[in-house]
């Protein structure tokens, strides 16, 4: 039997979800969008009746409140939107006190959490060689609302927990229709080590959020992406 998702927010990402469910097994039995959404009002238990989870894309500015209403409608929820993580230690408390699941996260492509894996990695390297400095440079098409995104603040995070501890610079790009670009760099007076991940479109985000949907099934607790990619089916 196909898992039945709810898709919460019709823009680019909601429709490239749509697209590809039947690939992965999906049924997308609810589709709501920001019309009459305000405050996530129509995110209800009768709403969402008969939905096994739901995929949250839509703004910074809804997302939160969207979430936490389905929380209240007890729906296993996947969200990848970007821009509301100021609220995530509110969200997460909220998660716990539901019992409820979610999977959270800057970025849903498994190519760039493998090249997270590998940032780290360098990470770790280079931060025993105190003559290399660090950045971290992205470019998003122009309507991506945050920046930098989350991605490359995680990026940025993921090197200082791998003992990275020396400044990073970080610098972010707006133009065009431009999917997503992330570089990490490392550079001396000798020599410079650079690690891109170029996307070539929505499709890997969207790919990752119905395999983490599956995996979210039968589930509690408030999961980021990053934690669940390498057990993804």
């Known amino acids: 039997m196909p ?9 680019k990402m909601g429709q490239m979800i749509a697209r590809l469910a039947p690939q992965h097994d999906c049924e997308v039995v609810r589709t709501i969008g920001s019309a009459g959404n305000d405050h996530g009002r129509l995110l209800t238990r009768e709403a969402l009746e008969g939905v096994d989870v739901a995929i949250e894309f839509t703004s910074p500015q809804a ?6 209403r389905l929380l209240e409608a007890g729906v296993a929820t996947v969200v990848g939107t970007t821009g509301w993580f100021a609220e995530l230690a509110q969200i997460r408390e909220l998660a716990v006190e539901q019992n409820a699941a979610v999977v959270w996260g800057p ?14 990695e360098a990470a770790r390297r280079f931060a025993r060689e105190e003559n290399y400095g660090a950045w971290g440079w992205e470019i998003h098409h122009t309507a991506k609302k945050d920046s930098p995104s ?7 995070e993921e090197m200082a927990r791998s003992g990275y501890q020396r400044p990073v610079s970080l610098s972010a790009n707006r133009a065009g229709a431009i999917p997503g670009t992330h570089e990490i760099g ?3 007076a000798e020599d410079t080590i650079t690690l891109r991940h170029q ?17 979210l099934v039968g589930k509690k607790g408030f999961f980021e992406f990053r934690e669940i990619a390498d057990e993804l089916p």
């Open 3 to 11: 898992l039945r998702i709810a898709i919460v927010g019709k823009g």
């Open 63 to 68: 997302a939160a409140q969207n979430l936490r």
């Open 107 to 120: 970025n849903f492509s498994v190519g760039l959490h493998h090249f997270r894996r590998t940032v780290a």
């Open 150 to 156: 989350g991605t490359l603040l995680a990026l940025a």
């Open 186 to 188: 490392f550079d001396s």
């Open 199 to 215: 996307a070539r479109g929505r499709e890997g985000f969207a790919r990752g959020a119905l395999r983490a949907a599956h995996w």
